[in-house]
């Protein structure tokens, strides 16, 4: 199979590094231009590099960071571009992209809650991406934009699909412990962080419900009905590198599960991705943690560890039950599937589905 | 006046420290012997200081570190002891020590859930000290045994104090983010915190919930009534040094007052040590931080900042009001506050109420 | 005594703020207008306070943050400017501040290398404070500028100058560990430098080497003939907040003193400023550590920690000497004597003298 | 080929858990026993884990923790033993398994300094191998013990050999910045390290001194002469995960080469496991960075970047030549290079002479 031509828009950034990462050596997408909004471009890949546990192959570090240039992208034959730009920039860029026949698989928070573009986790709602015919139609374009969810929505949102489809509930109170890779680059100054929190991660709070909303909504054939559910968040930033620890507490209506009943539903949780072993697919999109002190940022969100998930498996451990309060701690890797892993596998997914 | 003599049980340790620190130039206590229970014997506290931000009076830092004896204490004329030995410890040598006539203001968990032993925040349950003199009769005793709360509970027990006051609510969902001198010293090893979050901590989560139900409960005379209120807790240790960090959201029966309502009743929110302008009360038990992105641990928990409060007020920020939700951040400094502080203005107060 | 009304130009940052934490309560200044270069303007100082371990008095936490103008300052009748400006705008800001009749004490490194400018630490080359005579003449200026030292070389030169006097060497090997405060805010981005070092600071190493050969060298009574040294630096930044250590290797010529010996000459290190007992001047100006593990940024570089020297002096340990070989590390709190602190003590000896 | 049986002494130290990451897999040896000293024993390595960023395979991860005991080692057929003990513990054990024909590769240092036992770093010194033939006619014994260089001289040391080769200098000053994984496992308390700096590590400066020096020495057929060269080091604790950065400063006598020149001479350097193509080998001994501010921890020292180095090469940047002085920065990984992974090539070189 020939591969399919690929850019990056805004590929200097934390997000858009990894994006190249993943597109190194993939069977079926091959990088051809990486594009950049800033002061790095006439740079390649390898100078800006700043992800040290993967080394880039010689033809992507060799790779030069060129002026964002959507005419340049859809001249070099690209049909997918991997979104990593500033929201305000994102909104213009990727609009455009689409009318020229671009399939857009962005980070960008842009278009996310625009009724015809799916926020896709493909573990969760596959079938949401269906809503791109309607955005095609909508938008009289050739291309579409499927958007990943915000990083800290993304592992909650998992974490929650296979409990809303057992259990009942409509509250959900997390507190976020987010990691500094999360704010971009130069991103949090570190006389801000260093041996310290800040209680305080613009919009985050207000992301993380209307996104969970959306993302564990059903598509009704024209756009999607969110789900019932109430996201009540507090979003803190800490000294971590890479991983957003996250404390989950629901209040159940009706008699709860086992502890153990948990594990096995949280450890048995599978979609469509590990159906169809895509490339970018985690074995297992849940990884139970049993040990009383997991998951944790450092042993748990390093990229290739473990069960060569690469970032793309949520942990969950924790579990208690107490009455009819359920509590537990999520842990995913904020730029992984929290981000660039997660567009990539929605690419994967829309390939499979001949929607590219 | 005539100073009171004290002294400390367990002074090699990050609590014992902070008890020496604010028994230096004390205007009602002298600190005369330092007990510690570990290979620091022989020491002078200046040996061993680790409060950077407190220097030691000279009389103080020469004070040697002996083997503990409370025959040797009640043989050097103590009246006072302030403890900060570990659990299991403290359980006989304070049980001794009140046994023969020493007033023991403990920072140890041996007591706290002991029917005739208080757990003190005076700002909230000065009347809990009379307790002590039902404690003395059942234990035949001429001292007695106060406790301060688990350092967790204190800052969130503080600030509930004027909600419980005021609004109808049973249930508390909160997070921590603590820093790692609450684990004592060596406490928690550099390779497991560094740049990570560890979401666990020992019995934390059950202290937080039975304790803020003693402490905000009501003396009949006999005992306490717990507060009929629920904490559920997650406890996280962050590499931070000083200062826990809380999230803390609340279902509210009933209206909710607006923002400005509740900054003023916590900013108003005073107390007994406050009226009585006690030596280590603080101006304020309450500070409300108005800024975006405080409580901050640097910012909040430094001893001596801000307001001469010397870490005994705890700072709420972030006040939300969302339909019956309201959320916001508590900052207690660990050691002060939630733990040598308290016990020293605990001892204030009996001194006050002629109990010592 | 009238107070002299002071500016500080460029107040924002962490030099700048320093500034204003040194002169509150100051005995014999005035701080009467704060001048900013960037977006803080119209804030005041107390809404950007970064300065945790020391609150604002309400006069400075008020005080607004202005734009630069030196026409304003001058109307307000300020006599002595404080500049903390970066270098480009401090070289034409200062200039036009002397020519107006301003004494300015600068901490920006624009002028230092200028052949009628001082940079002067008083307990060094007090005397260097007379070429202010010749820069007035040669500049027809009736105001001056007089300038602290970068941060690095201040905590080398202080302990180099018992050691110059008394000893013959010509090399001094030097490796430091500089901490985030020093590159001011927003400074180093917490990406780089969390749970990470950087071994390079621009133009740091060379800093270190021409300005030690001048603060150590002498006036001729028209210039200063720098020292016949050599500092050979090597310059990294590590994740601390405040303090910069360093390890120095000097190779002496002839037979060295003992450790003993070499304690008591940086112990008995004093200058004209410990004479003239000024307010800002430490106590003394090297503190001796005995401990094998010090000096250290926690424990030696806090404000106001040991000695009431609040950041002023230069703490030695780990001497070491070996065949002919001294070791020993130096510490300097890096925006106290290493920064504003430095040049308030220069305003004093100014005002002593009656240059101002 | 059949592998060859290896067990690992004091498997559950970070030393020992690269042990065992660097042996699973392993063409030529398999990992058929772990012995702890200490409370770990019958846990799995997989339950003790701390290794985040390489993942255990099955066989390995269940492989349980066992009672040191060398008679079982051998009874199982052991043939090599790698060495991860403390020091006092290791001066027994590793006699014993000597004597009952294991070949010993140590991390301890117990022996380093024995006249009949070599400290390996075959890139440096292959041939200090066949001390080993020396050993055995002294101790009369069927098995051996090699021993790996303390951490921060093996950076050194390996930086140092194309040097000594080709240009003349005498001394060498050294300031390190050493990780905390480099004190094991509690090792350094968090509340000593977060955001601050150790300026003392016990014994390493002579160690690094006493080892280069035998290191760079050459085998006279007895025994080995010690090259004639001082290490002045001064030795600090950062607070980095892994990877010492040591700062090096040379005097060389005559005319020194350009920087180019020197990139290239540390760029070529190679030794016998290159020639070997040894499977635990780097490619390259010496990575030569030129950006401007490297090598750093982050970026070159985790393991399996760059290069496929898995740790193993020494990364030497930011060259400087001043007059006759020499400046760079070296950066190793303090439990591969300078550790686990030293030993384990050492014991492919004994393989292949046909020494085990």
């Known amino acids: 199979m020939n591969k399919i031509p690929a850019a990056i828009f805004g590929a200097s950034g934390m997000v858009g590094q990894r994006f190249a990462s993943l597109l190194q050596n993939h069977p079926q997408i091959e990088l051809v231009a990486a594009y950049s909004s800033d002061r790095s471009r006439g740079k390649t890949l390898g100078e800006i590099w700043r992800i040290p546990e993967i080394p880039l192959i010689e033809d992507v570090s060799s790779l030069k960071l060129e002026k964002l240039d959507v005419e340049d992208a859809a001249a070099k034959g690209v049909k997918i571009a991997f979104g990593a730009l500033p929201a305000d920039l994102a909104r213009d860029v990727e609009l455009v992209a689409a009318s020229k026949g671009i399939a857009v698989f962005s980070n960008a928070g842009a278009y996310r809650m625009e009724s015809d573009v799916p926020i896709l986790i493909p573990e969760i709602n596959f ?79 207000e992301k993380m419900n209307r996104e969970a909303r ?94 060569r998930a690469r970032g793309m498996a949520v942990s969950v451990g924790r579990i208690r039950i107490d009455g009819n309060l359920l509590r537990f701690f999520c842990l995913v890797h904020n730029t992984l599937r929290g981000g660039a892993g997660d567009s990539v596998l929605n690419a994967e997914c829309a390939i499979h589905e001949g929607k590219t």
């Not at 999360?182 to 260093?194: F, H, K, M, R």
């Not at 620890?245 to 629901?250: D, F, G, M, Q």
């Open 127 to 205: 079938d949401h991406l269906n809503i791109v015919d309607v955005q095609r139609k909508n938008r009289n374009s050739k291309g579409f934009i499927v958007t990943n969810s915000n990083c800290s929505v993304a592992g909650l949102s998992v974490a929650l699909k296979p409990l809303v489809d057992r259990l009942r509930f409509k509250r959900v109170f997390v507190s976020t412990y987010q990691a500094i890779s999360g704010a971009g680059y130069p991103g949090v100054p570190s006389l801000d962080i260093n041996a310290n929190c800040l209680p305080f991660i613009k919009n985050e709070e």
């Open 214 to 307: 959306k993302i564990l909504g059903s598509f009704n054939g024209k756009s999607i009905d969110p789900r019932d559910i109430e996201v009540w968040a507090h979003c803190v930033r800490v000294p971590c590198r890479d991983g957003h620890l996250e404390s989950v507490s629901i209040l159940l209506d009706g008699q709860p599960p086992s502890v153990e009943e948990l594990e096995r539903i949280f450890d048995e949780f599978t979609g469509v991705p590990q159906e169809l072993k895509l490339p970018t697919a985690p074995q297992q999109a849940i990884i139970v943690r049993k040990e009383r002190d997991r998951p944790q940022p450092i042993l748990d969100a390093m990229a290739g560890y473990p069960d």
